[in-house]
């Protein structure tokens, strides 16, 4: 009995938090439950969800992304500086972030696949150097339209109008990022279930020698994973950038934290038992959720850390449980 409670709730437990959540928000907040508020929870969780997408291609090949906020917070930057400081034209404005995130990823993948560091302690040591990287090329500055330099000189541009509305932006009523946001998830799930290479990152994930065994050439799809995940966060970067039509240092930061837990609350979701990008969405969607409700409470911003961070305990609790005992 006790194992058929624990197999439910680890199936469905997320998705009945979720609902319940949701339950409980409309049932206190009378403007909870409507299509504007909805919206706006799916915009608020578009950027994070990018960012735990990246996590969640690193987790498949059994590898773990630290970095990822900082790289968000690096491409954050580097984007309002091509328009503000340079005056760049759009293409330029993405690609460059995007280029920047892959060359994160494979510095990742050199230390982990080459120098053998293991995971967590290279992508922490790369975490630092991105972080020290965008402090120092923006020298502490939040990036916005003309703003002053130190030698009383003003920056010569703006932001991009058209590259604003990725994040402000709404076609037929539903918020661009958010269409973008779906486009990626679909895609990916696609990608990881349905093709060849998606499963060679889940075999590589589950048993590297047996993966190279088989005649997968597991570097090279490690290498893959961390470059995707660097690109997935610089696209995290990028939306950040045109959400809030400037460039602030640290913007990443607590991106990190949230994206680990929607990947680990994603972990159990419908029984899957591994990283899914399913399950990293609906992860998200209850994050999203959870922090909307609590703002329109007025529950206290520095009090929804405590929330998340309990969630992902919870989350944690009963996914090792219920794996450690299916293995046993």
């Known amino acids: 009995m006790k194992d058929k409670t624990l197999n439910f709730l680890f199936r469905y437990g997320a998705v009945i938090v979720v609902i319940g959540v949701i339950a409980f ?3 206190r907040l009378p403007y909870f439950f409507t299509y504007d508020n909805a919206a706006d929870i799916l915009r608020s969780i578009s950027i994070v969800t990018f960012v735990a997408i990246g996590v969640t291609l690193s987790l498949v090949v059994d590898g773990f992304d630290l970095s990822v ?4 917070s690096l491409t954050t930057v580097v984007t309002a500086s091509l328009m503000i400081w340079y005056e760049m034209p759009l293409y330029v404005v993405i690609i460059v972030p995007l280029i920047i995130g892959a060359l994160i990823g494979l510095l990742n993948a050199f230390l982990i696949v080459k120098m053998r560091i293991p995971d967590l302690l290279a992508t922490l040591t790369i975490m630092y150097i991105v972080s020290g990287i965008h ?4 020298q502490g500055y939040n990036i916005y339209n003309h703003m002053q330099f130190q030698d009383g000189t003003k920056a010569p541009g703006e932001m991009n109008k058209t590259f604003l509305q990725l994040g402000q932006g709404e076609w037929l009523g539903i918020p661009i990022s958010v269409i973008l946001l779906v486009i990626a998830v679909v895609l990916v799930h696609i990608f990881l279930n349905r093709t060849k290479y998606g499963r060679q990152m889940y075999v590589t994930g589950g048993n590297e020698e047996a993966a190279r065994l088989s005649g997968i050439k597991v570097k090279k799809v490690r290498t893959y994973a961390y470059m995707a995940s660097g690109i997935f966060a610089a696209i995290g970067g990028i939306l950040y950038a045109s959400r809030v039509g400037s460039g602030q240092i640290d913007a990443g930061s607590p991106l990190l934290m949230e994206a680990v837990a929607a990947v680990f609350v994603g972990f159990s979701v419908f029984g899957a038992g591994k990283p899914n990008i399913v399950g990293t969405f609906i992860g998200s969607v ?3 959720v959870l922090v909307n409700g609590l703002t329109m409470m007025n529950v206290p911003y520095f009090t929804h850390d405590i929330i998340k961070g309990g969630v992902l305990v919870l989350a944690l609790s009963v996914t090792f449980y219920v ?3 299916s293995r046993t």
């Open 25 to 27: 928000f409309s049932f």
């Open 69 to 72: 906020g900082a790289t968000v």
């Open 135 to 138: 402090k120092t090329y923006t």
């Open 286 to 288: 209850l994050i999203g």
């Open 323 to 325: 794996l450690n005992r």
